[in-house]
Every structure is written in structure tokens, then in C-alpha cells.
């Protein structure tokens, strides 16, 4: 078995394995009290949806996550940050492993999360990323207490560590009926939640690599680096602003300027696969559900917890699209050579995430459509399942038990399987094949 579908094959396990026990935790009596909803025991397939919606850091639910208990909330919160660092626990899972010594081709997986200049030990890579992980989750749920006790909300010590986690995982998951709603004129919350969720989408690569610029250690950001705030800066700041056009005579009509502006910003980062929703999804215009459709599915930056197809591959493509490439079949941007191989590789990935959506949202409108559902809610459900968003225009706490199967297994599909196949893979032993040019007319 080559390197990738090895190494694919154990992350898929791990996944399920986690996936499976969360289910059955949450389907425990202790674990749910109700809601005027769904007031009877939880079916297990609305456990197996919780869980996987957690592990793949989605926060689509079909039974409310105030329904559930304590213990049952605690869980989740597990479960988000088990699957927001599913990566880093798998690969520490790896490191672990008796003996002390590490196949090649594993280390190869571990150091394909970090760029050559900031980290090449896949031990220092893991305790970074945790380090990283805790510190900025400890100061946001700090600040967010400091709020929440002001305000008077149940457990703000609780409620706080919770949504850090969820924020910083771009899950999603609030224990709030009404998700971030009824902070939507609390400047500060929203801010709060906008930095940890733009931290965790960022990527810890470049996360560290700024760090270390920062402290003088490196003399100039890599262009990875570059290329995430670039594209990260103008996607968020873009759509901030089409948001507080197309809206401020809509959903943010009667707000005050600053409530509208950072309501505006809130709605263009949690696309960006974090999930909270500080104004009602269903009230938006039609030009902003479509914008919120297109940076779902872009999502955040590769070796982050972000979903999405990643803002290096949009940025890629995007290259590609607009300009030809040279004899070599290399792109030139910012003064820097996109090699052929490099452009290849993120459009097959594209193509890949773009035919799993296709088919997720063909089987959605024979499970749903065929019972009444709108196809233009099952297109938003099914990109923000397969962008690990958890934005929803109301649909999936309707689905049937055929369509949350499908959703669950597209939210594991987006999280999961993309990752799966970028994994590094190694070359077979011998010369590559040669065949006949194949002759075929385009356009």
C-alpha cells in the first residue's frame, strides 16, 4: 500500500472510530434533556449526526444543541476539539508509537502540515500547534467570560470555554438557541468570536511563521504565508463590504453604523467554515446567500481546522483562469513561479471537491426535493455540509433519515476525505509510462 492511501486509510479510521463513540456517549439518557422541539429521546441517527457534525467542526444539528445536557454539551465540545486537531491528535498517535521511530513515509504526512523555513521536526510541528491551539482558545474564552458575566449569561465560565473551542475550531456549535443572535449589537463578542475564528482559518503555518517574523527569527514571510493573508484580507474585507451594501436597507436596517459594519464582517468570516450566525441566514438577500455559497466553498487555509476547498487553491485557479502559462507550463504571481505541477494539483483538487458537491446535492434533491424541499436550500445545505460551515437555511433539522445520511456523509467527505487526498504521495519505483498523444478538440 503506497504512502497517501496508507496513511489515508488510518485517518479515515480514526475519524469514524471518534465519530462512532461520541454518538454513542451523546445517546446516552444523561446526555439529553429536551427541547420544546424535540422533547423525547434522541434517535441514534441524530446522535451519529451530532457527532459527526462536531468531529468535522460543521455545526449543522437537527436537534438543538441547548437540548442537550451538561455532560452531553461537554461532549460536543470534545468532539470539536478532537476533530478541529483530528490531524494533529492523528499524527500524535503516530509519533507515540512504540519503538520511537517513524516511517519515512509518515513523516513525510506530518511535515506536509508545515512549510520548509518554519518547521521541519514533526514533533516540534505537534507541540506547536497545540501550544498554539490552547493559548489563543485560554485568551479568547478569557475575554469572552469577562462579556458574558457583564451580561449575565448562564455559566459564562462554561459558555465562554465553549464557544472559544467552537470559534477557534470554526465549528460552529453554540449552546444558544438562537446560535450568536442575541449578540448581534455586542461589538465585542462578535469581535472576539471574528479573531479566533480568522486565527483558527488562517492555518498554523502561518500562524507560526508570523511568530517567528515577529521575534526576528525569520527576515521575511514565506510566500505561502503571503498568499493566505493576501487572499484571506481580501476575501474578508470584499465581502464585509458587499454585505454591508446589499444589506444595510435589509437585515441590518435599524442597526447603528458600528453594529451594522461589524455585523457585516461577522457574516463575511463565519462562511469562511465557521458556521455562527449573528443575523437569520433565511432573511438575507438573494445576492448575499449567493456570496456566502461562494466563500463556503472556498473556506479557510490549508493546515488549518478550516474546511473549504482552501484559499490556496482558489488562488491558484484563480491564476490559472486569468492567465496562460509559460513554456514550462508554469504561472508566474507575485513575482513567483507556480510550477505546472503545483497548478495541477489545485485543479484536480478543485475538480474533485466540486463533483463531490455535485453529487452530494443530486442525491439531496431525490431525498429531499422529491418531499417538497427548495433546491436552492438544498445547494446552501449541502455546500455548507461540504465546507464544514454549519450555516442553514432551516433545512436540515427537516431532512429525512436518508438525507442526514447523505449530509453526514458529505461534512465527512468535505473534512476528511479532501485532506485524505492531499496527502503526499510517493512515486512508483521504475520510469513513469509514456503513451500516444491523444488528440482531442476543446472548445
Same mark, same amino acid.
Not at 355 to 379: K, N, P, R, W, Y
Not at 407 to 424: H, K, N, Q, W
Given at each position: 500500500?503506497?504512502?497517501?492511501?496508507?496513511?489515508?486509510?488510518?485517518?479515515?479510521?480514526?475519524?469514524?472510530?471518534?465519530?462512532?463513540?461520541?454518538?454513542?456517549?451523546?445517546?446516552?439518557?444523561?446526555?439529553?434533556?429536551?427541547?420544546?422541539?424535540?422533547?423525547?429521546?434522541?434517535?441514534?441517527?441524530?446522535?451519529?449526526?451530532?457527532?459527526?457534525?462536531?468531529?468535522?467542526?460543521?455545526?449543522?444539528?437537527?436537534?438543538?444543541?441547548?437540548?442537550?445536557?451538561?455532560?452531553?454539551?461537554?461532549?460536543?465540545?470534545?468532539?470539536?476539539?478532537?476533530?478541529?486537531?483530528?490531524?494533529?491528535?492523528?499524527?500524535?498517535?503516530?509519533?507515540?508509537?512504540?519503538?520511537?521511530?517513524?516511517? #519515512?513515509?509518515?513523516?513525510?504526512?506530518?511535515?506536509?502540515?508545515?512549510?520548509?523555513?518554519?518547521?521541519?521536526?514533526?514533533?516540534?510541528?505537534?507541540?506547536?500547534?497545540?501550544?498554539?491551539?490552547?493559548?489563543?482558545?485560554?485568551?479568547?474564552?478569557?475575554?469572552?467570560?469577562?462579556?458574558?458575566?457583564?451580561?449575565?449569561?448562564?455559566?459564562?465560565?462554561?459558555?465562554?470555554?465553549?464557544?472559544?473551542?467552537?470559534?477557534?475550531?470554526?465549528?460552529?456549535?453554540?449552546?444558544?438557541?438562537?446560535?450568536?443572535?442575541?449578540?448581534?449589537?455586542?461589538?465585542?463578542?462578535?469581535?472576539?468570536?471574528?479573531?479566533?475564528?480568522?486565527?483558527?482559518?488562517?492555518?498554523?503555518?502561518?500562524? +507560526?511563521?508570523?511568530?517567528?517574523?515577529?521575534?526576528?527569527?525569520? @527576515?521575511?514571510?514565506?510566500?505561502?504565508?503571503?498568499?493566505?493573508?493576501?487572499?484571506?484580507?481580501?476575501?474578508?474585507?470584499?465581502?464585509?463590504?458587499?454585505?454591508?451594501?446589499?444589506?444595510? +436597507?435589509?437585515?441590518?436596517?435599524?442597526?447603528?453604523?458600528?453594529?451594522?459594519?461589524?455585523?457585516?464582517?461577522?457574516?463575511?468570516?463565519?462562511?469562511?467554515?465557521?458556521?455562527?450566525?449573528?443575523?437569520?441566514?433565511?432573511?438575507?438577500?438573494?445576492?448575499?446567500?449567493?456570496?456566502?455559497?461562494?466563500?463556503?466553498?472556498?473556506?479557510?487555509?490549508?493546515?488549518?481546522?478550516?474546511?473549504?476547498?482552501?484559499?490556496?487553491?482558489?488562488?491558484?485557479?484563480?491564476?490559472?483562469? #486569468?492567465?496562460?502559462?509559460?513554456?514550462?507550463?508554469?504561472?508566474?504571481?507575485?513575482? @513567483?513561479?507556480?510550477?505546472?505541477?503545483?497548478?495541477?494539483?489545485?485543479?484536480?483538487?478543485?475538480?474533485?471537491?466540486?463533483? #463531490?458537491?455535485?453529487?452530494?446535492?443530486?442525491?439531496?434533491?431525490?431525498?429531499?426535493?422529491?418531499?417538497?424541499?427548495?433546491?436552492?436550500?438544498?445547494?446552501?445545505?449541502?455546500?455548507?455540509?461540504?465546507?464544514?460551515?454549519?450555516?442553514?437555511?432551516?433545512?436540515?433539522?427537516?431532512?429525512?433519515?436518508?438525507? @442526514?445520511?447523505?449530509?453526514?456523509?458529505?461534512?465527512?467527505?468535505?473534512?476528511?476525505?479532501?485532506?485524505?487526498?492531499?496527502?503526499?504521495?510517493?512515486?512508483? @519505483?521504475?520510469?513513469?509510462?509514456?503513451?500516444?498523444?491523444?488528440?482531442?478538440?476543446?472548445?
Amino acid at each position: 500500500m503506497g504512502s497517501r492511501s496508507s496513511d489515508a486509510v488510518y485517518l479515515l479510521g480514526f475519524f469514524s472510530f471518534i465519530i462512532l463513540v461520541g454518538a454513542l456517549l451523546l445517546y446516552l439518557p444523561a446526555a439529553w434533556i429536551g427541547t420544546s422541539a424535540y422533547p423525547g429521546k434522541l434517535a441514534f441517527i441524530d446522535t451519529l449526526f451530532t457527532s459527526a457534525s462536531a468531529v468535522c467542526v460543521t455545526g449543522l444539528v437537527t436537534a438543538d444543541t441547548s437540548g442537550f445536557s451538561r455532560f452531553g454539551q461537554t461532549v460536543i465540545m470534545l468532539l470539536i476539539q478532537l476533530g478541529g486537531l483530528g490531524i494533529i491528535s492523528f499524527t500524535s498517535i503516530l509519533l507515540t508509537i512504540p519503538g520511537g521511530r517513524l516511517p #519515512l513515509r509518515r513523516l513525510k504526512t506530518i511535515r506536509s502540515f508545515s512549510v520548509e523555513g518554519v518547521e521541519y521536526d514533526p514533533r516540534k510541528i505537534v507541540r506547536n500547534i497545540v501550544f498554539f491551539t490552547l493559548l489563543i482558545e485560554g485568551f479568547g474564552a478569557l475575554l469572552l467570560f469577562f462579556e458574558f458575566d457583564r451580561m449575565g449569561v448562564d455559566s459564562p465560565g462554561f459558555s465562554a470555554a465553549f464557544h472559544a473551542v467552537s470559534a477557534f475550531c470554526n465549528a460552529g456549535f453554540s449552546i444558544f438557541p438562537d446560535s450568536v443572535e442575541r449578540f448581534n449589537s455586542n461589538p465585542l463578542v462578535l469581535g472576539i468570536l471574528v479573531t479566533l475564528i480568522v486565527s483558527g482559518g488562517i492555518g498554523f503555518i502561518v500562524l +507560526q511563521d508570523v511568530e517567528r517574523r515577529i521575534r526576528g527569527k525569520r @527576515k521575511r514571510l514565506s510566500y505561502h504565508t503571503k498568499v493566505v493573508l493576501f487572499s484571506t484580507l481580501t476575501l474578508i474585507f470584499l465581502a464585509a463590504l458587499a454585505f454591508w451594501l446589499i444589506e444595510r +436597507q435589509g437585515v441590518f436596517a435599524g442597526m447603528r453604523l458600528v453594529d451594522s459594519a461589524m455585523n457585516a464582517l461577522f457574516q463575511s468570516v463565519t462562511p469562511r467554515t465557521a458556521g455562527f450566525n449573528a443575523v437569520t441566514q433565511t432573511q438575507l438577500h438573494q445576492p448575499s446567500k449567493f456570496l456566502t455559497l461562494i466563500l463556503m466553498f472556498i473556506g479557510g487555509a490549508p493546515g488549518s481546522i478550516a474546511g473549504g476547498i482552501k484559499v490556496t487553491t482558489a488562488f491558484t485557479v484563480l491564476i490559472v483562469f #486569468l492567465r496562460r502559462p509559460d513554456s514550462q507550463g508554469d504561472y508566474t504571481a507575485f513575482r @513567483k513561479r507556480i510550477t505546472a505541477s503545483t497548478a495541477n494539483d489545485a485543479v484536480d483538487y478543485f475538480l474533485r471537491a466540486g463533483a #463531490l458537491l455535485v453529487c452530494a446535492t443530486g442525491i439531496l434533491s431525490l431525498t429531499e426535493g422529491l418531499i417538497g424541499a427548495d433546491f436552492g436550500h438544498i445547494v446552501f445545505e449541502s455546500v455548507s455540509a461540504f465546507g464544514t460551515v454549519g450555516l442553514s437555511l432551516g433545512l436540515t433539522p427537516n431532512l429525512s433519515f436518508a438525507g @442526514k445520511v447523505v449530509i453526514i456523509a458529505t461534512m465527512f467527505a468535505g473534512r476528511v476525505g479532501l485532506i485524505a487526498l492531499a496527502f503526499p504521495g510517493t512515486h512508483r @519505483k521504475g520510469g513513469p509510462v509514456s503513451y500516444p498523444a491523444a488528440n482531442i478538440i476543446l472548445g
